[in-house]
């Protein structure tokens, strides 16, 4: 079946730094999306992507996060000058057109320190 | 705006019971998808189900079951025969119509599922 791989499975930074969270969505889908999970709390959308383009966000996506489909396979989030609280877990997720399949990657557990 | 409520944070039962995890949810859409979600303890997010607003029939699936009923706005869970390995975090979550590019889910809190042998 196919997959969402995202990589790394965990990342620590030092806060301040910038960090890359890189995911694969599976090929043949066309919209694409970033959410976290703060430990022990509900999972929040961050983000969607379509058509090489931003199609929503949340309040929480701010200037300090990007997104950007670098090629035709990789989708990726930036977060800038990252802080104590960004620390959680990202997950990656894939969706396709008509039947409204959606996928999510296993997660990178992100620790700020 | 639109909200989902799992009420339930903790449920504790014993091997073999039947559980029903709850969900209520609101939306101005008269067109949305419901999902539910489970989080084993390593963290990723299994898919178990995803119901559109026009299909209001009851769905079993092994020892699952989904009751949706669209007058009291709730998408409910239930659990037959509970095992070990249904220990998790279950969520319920919503989005809306697809062809107004709205895909974002809203996810609930979470309910903890705790299966005792």
């Known amino acids: 079946e196919p997959e969402v791989t995202q990589t790394p499975s965990h990342q620590v930074t030092q806060m301040g730094q910038e960090v890359i969270l890189r995911c694969v969505p599976i090929s043949n889908h066309l919209y694409f999306y970033w959410y976290r999970q703060i430990l022990g709390q509900k999972v929040e959308f961050l983000v969607s992507?379509?058509?090489?383009?931003?199609?929503?966000k949340s309040e929480i996506f701010d200037d300090q996060f990007s997104v950007e489909r670098p090629d035709g396979s990789n989708f990726t989030l930036k977060i800038r000058s990252t802080k104590l609280e960004d620390s959680a877990m990202y997950f990656c997720a894939s969706s396709d057109g008509p039947t409204y399949g959606y996928t999510f990657g296993s997660g990178t557990r992100l620790t700020v320190v | 705006a639109q909200k989902v409520t799992q009420a339930q944070t903790e449920i504790s039962v014993v091997e073999k019971e039947d559980v029903t995890l709850d969900c209520v949810y609101e939306t101005r859409d008269t067109t949305y998808y419901l999902f539910w979600y489970k989080q084993p303890p390593s963290g990723e997010l299994v898919f178990l189900i995803r119901r559109n607003s026009f299909d209001e029939q009851n769905e079993i699936s092994g020892r699952y079951s989904w009751n949706f009923q669209k007058s009291t706005s709730s998408f409910n869970f239930t659990i037959t025969a509970s095992q070990v390995v249904d220990s998790a975090v279950y969520f319920c979550?919503?989005?809306?119509?697809?062809?107004?590019?709205?895909?974002?889910?809203?996810f609930g809190s979470g309910t903890r599922l705790q299966v005792q042998p």
């Open positions: 992507f379509y058509n090489n383009e931003i199609s929503e």
């Open positions: 979550a919503l989005s809306g119509p697809v062809d107004t590019g709205r895909r974002a889910l809203t």
